[in-house]
């Protein structure tokens, strides 16, 4: 393209100079003028934007979808230094460390992780008959526990990260789902935005490296100047923490202190407690009182450490009985707490704030008449060893229905 004159257009800017800085913004601001009506939170448009500046389509502003956490998730990954997986070498090169260092100076190349082209991920690739991008997640899990993964390639690498967050806890802070093609494409996004694990996907077949990492990118820039808002509210969801419950006063305190905390969040549009105790609160009045906040969801987490008869039994069949009175809300039964990387740290915690306490001699223990049981309520029943080996054997229940 020439200008009236003949010379070539690059003259224009010899004359009228212009920095590379200068370009994006007058880029940026041409976006925020031309882009069509949408509902994307201050800071979601910041990203949304950037995506739209790298491929220069507004139609990708539909397409884009995040979980309500997602931002301030990975905003506190990169301030800590989160490692960063990625499922090609073209979005390892491509991730600005500069960009990195400014939010987090201890950043280096080494915290960028991709295994695609490992000499271990290949043979094992070549021996199973499987792409070694599935190989390559597996290799990863320490940087995937707690950091960004970001897939901009391959759709069986991101598969395979959501087999180990629904198998084996991983928990990565962020996960941009942005594999572009045509083969499990499509189903490896589905799912990993249905895993309740923060995310930025584009939905569909579209996708790439240069998306994924223009997120990052994006992210940076949030994490750098601060966040515009705080994350937008999931209005339609409810959450309820289920816990076992005890005659004992503010023996639930610390589920309720969790409580507190997402409210203050303000993530979910209902954040409910209840307990399975005969002195409540149930779970008849946790639904009813996300029910009156409008909610259209609601996941139950039990609030249990262990899989016992509660968990496989009681609540699935407490839940189904309660979810008849609301036909129009999805109720979701949500994982218990269970095992997780992060239980380690806290019980090495616990053990080394406990090995100055006194000795278990000098320990006054309450008088039982102190905490009297509520109709209907049994007392804890022990169970001699050898009578509790044999239940074993037979595979008999030994919980009993009662309030610890």
Request: charged letters at 25%; one cysteine or more; proline letters at 7%.
């Amino acid at each position: 393209m020439t200008e009236n004159n003949g010379k070539p257009f690059i003259y224009s800017l010899y004359e009228k100079p212009m920095k590379p800085e200068e370009i994006e913004q007058r880029s940026f601001e041409a976006i925020d003028r031309e882009a069509p009506p949408n509902n994307f939170s201050p800071d979601e448009w910041v990203v949304v934007r950037r995506m739209i500046h790298t491929t220069a389509s507004f139609d990708l502003a539909d397409l884009v979808r995040f979980s309500p956490d997602a931002i301030a998730s990975a905003i506190e990954a990169l301030r800590r230094g989160a490692k960063i997986y990625a499922d090609s070498n073209m979005i390892r090169s491509g991730i600005s460390q500069e960009r990195l260092k400014a939010v987090f100076p201890g950043y280096s190349g080494n915290d960028i992780i991709c295994k695609v082209a490992d000499r271990q991920v290949a043979a094992e690739a070549k021996k199973a008959g499987l792409p070694r991008s599935l190989f390559a997640v597996r290799g990863a899990k320490e940087a995937l526990h707690g950091g960004i993964a970001v897939f901009g390639n391959a759709p069986v690498a991101l598969l395979e990260l959501n087999r180990m967050i629904v198998e084996e806890g991983i928990r990565p802070a962020l996960v941009i789902a942005m594999p572009v093609g045509f083969v499990h494409v499509e189903e490896c996004k589905q799912e990993v935005m249905a895993l309740g694990v923060p995310y930025i996907a584009v939905n569909g077949r579209r996708g790439g490296s240069t998306l994924a990492v223009s997120v990052i990118h994006s992210l940076c820039a949030l994490a750098q100047n601060g966040l515009v808002a705080k994350p937008a509210p999931a209005t339609k969801r409810g959450v309820i923490l289920l816990g076992h419950g005890s005659r004992v006063p503010d023996a639930g305190k610390g589920m309720e202190t969790v409580a507190d905390r997402l409210r203050e969040e303000g993530t979910y549009a209902a954040v409910e407690t209840c307990y399975m105790s005969r002195l409540g609160p149930h779970m008849p009045e946790a639904m009813a009182a996300c029910a009156a906040k409008g909610v259209e969801q609601v996941v139950v987490v039990p609030y249990f450490l262990h899989s016992g008869l509660h968990q496989k039994l009681d609540i699935p069949a407490m839940i189904k009985e309660e979810s008849k009175k609301y036909p129009s809300i999805k109720i979701v039964y949500g994982r218990h707490l269970g095992f997780d990387e992060k239980m380690l740290d806290i019980v090495k915690l616990r053990i080394s704030q406990s090995w100055e306490l006194d000795d278990i001699r000098q320990l006054a223990i309450d008088p039982r008449e102190k905490y009297p049981l509520p109709p209907g309520q049994m007392e804890f029943v022990p169970v001699s060893p050898e009578e509790a080996a044999e239940r074993r054997k037979k595979g008999c229940c030994h919980e009993h229905h009662h309030d610890h």
